[in-house]
């Protein structure tokens, strides 16, 4: 399972960026995207926005499940009060050797409650980070956030939960 | 600021394989502890010293009349004081909410009632005092937050020349930014509505005047359609 993160801002421009892989089932927390397929990510990211842009409406949840795929790429969304919206792209890896082993793991079944839920507290953990970034006095609406302890914290609740 | 500017040194952000290294500018506390490392809950009881806010704040007043053309000048600039702190406060109240009630305002009572209590409760200690819909039928897109005696307000005396001027427009930029933050652009403004009669209950009342944009009562008349 790869994941590929971002932070859209409210005029839908990017604020942070993150690549990461699975830590379970003995994973390496590397991202196994295809070299080809790596810069498409932000393409299928950005085009989600618009299905995230009917749903938030919908129901004030700001965890708004799996939105959006695209092959074998699986869209979650959180959007935060301030409208800016937390996305995840996870990519399960093509059928392996043990499937047999993986396929009750998260990563084998990306629209399982398991799943979800995983993603769910990723999310919330990030979020809670997010609200202390966005706390400091120094940051303004729609700034990019190159805090190396922002990235570490996200690092580490990817290697928590996904 | 400019992370990717060409022909900036290399002390603004350097960008190397996807990886961002850390920055020789960054500099960390001596105790260790970023913003990260604070936690983001605060007992209810903590409160803030009146007179140490009333200091700061009459500083900011007077920051924000230098050089301003007239009255209305002023008011934008304190309303653009105000508008981060909306912002942030915003999502940091909807963070404390219980994880039931943690949920986005999707209608415009519902940002309103957020306002009126939540917000109001964590800068005053106390809910609004009033909140209506403008009675007049030509504008539906009016809501009116009523305080009997603003905080903000409370060591500020206007000078009879000036009577026009409300130091609570402050207030209404938190307002503004919360609304903003939301979804739901709006223009407010702080208005005196004490007539200055002898033994008025509430010479200092002030009505936050809630003015959202068009299309956002266009979305509000959509939703309770579905």
Redesign the interface.
């Known amino acids: 399972m790869s994941y590929y993160f971002a932070i859209i801002g409210t005029q839908d421009n990017p604020l942070f960026e993150y690549?990461f892989g699975t830590s379970k089932q003995g994973g390496d927390g590397i991202a196994r995207f295809a070299e080809q397929a790596r810069h498409m990510n932000q393409f299928i990211v950005h085009s989600s926005l618009d299905i995230v842009e009917e749903v938030?409406?919908g129901?004030?949840?700001?965890y708004l499940k799996c939105i959006d795929r695209f092959y074998q790429n699986y869209v979650s969304c959180w959007?935060?009060?301030?409208?800016v919206k937390f996305l995840l792209l996870h990519a399960p890896q093509p059928a392996s050797a043990n499937t047999s082993r993986s396929s009750t793991s998260i990563g084998a079944n990306p629209t399982s409650p398991q799943t979800e839920e995983a993603i769910k507290q990723f999310f919330t953990e990030v979020?809670?980070?997010?609200?202390?970034?966005?706390?400091?006095p120094f940051y303004?609406?729609n700034m990019?956030v190159?805090?190396?302890?922002?990235?570490s914290?996200v690092a580490a609740a990817g290697k928590k939960y996904l | 600021m400019a992370?990717s500017q060409p022909g900036k040194p290399p002390l603004a952000?350097q960008v190397a394989n996807?990886q961002?290294p850390?920055?020789p500018g960054?500099r960390y506390p001596s105790n260790g502890k970023?913003?990260?490392h604070?936690p983001?809950n605060r007992s209810r009881t903590q409160e803030l010293s009146q007179a140490s806010f009333a200091y700061l704040f009459g500083e900011m007043v007077s920051y924000a009349q230098k050089r301003v053309t007239g009255i209305q000048d002023l008011e934008k600039r304190l309303n653009a004081q105000g508008h981060?702190i909306g912002?942030?406060l915003?999502?940091?109240l909807?963070?404390r909410e219980a994880p039931r009630t943690?949920?986005?305002?999707?209608h415009i009572i519902?940002l309103l009632q957020f306002i009126t209590n939540v917000l109001w409760k964590h800068l005053f200690s106390r809910p609004a005092d009033n909140l209506e819909k403008s009675s007049n039928p030509e504008t539906p897109d009016e809501y009116m937050i009523s305080d009997n005696e603003p905080l903000v307000n409370q060591y500020i005396s206007v000078p009879k020349e000036m009577s026009q001027l409300n130091c609570a427009a402050f207030v209404a930029g938190i307002i503004e930014g919360v609304c903003d933050?939301?979804?739901f652009p709006a223009r407010v403004t702080a208005h005196s509505v004490g007539t200055g009669e002898e033994g008025e209950l509430w010479p200092g009342k002030t009505v936050f005047l809630v003015k959202f944009q068009p299309e956002v009562v266009e979305?509000e008349a959509y939703?309770s359609k579905s």
């Open positions: 690549e938030q409406w129901n004030g949840q700001m959007i935060t009060g301030g409208n979020y809670e980070n997010w609200v202390k970034t966005i706390m400091s303004q609406v990019e190159r805090s190396p302890v922002f990235r914290r | 992370s952000g996807g961002r850390l920055q960054l970023t913003v990260y604070r983001l981060p912002l942030k915003l999502d940091l909807l963070y943690q949920t986005r305002p999707l519902a933050g939301s979804g979305r939703l």
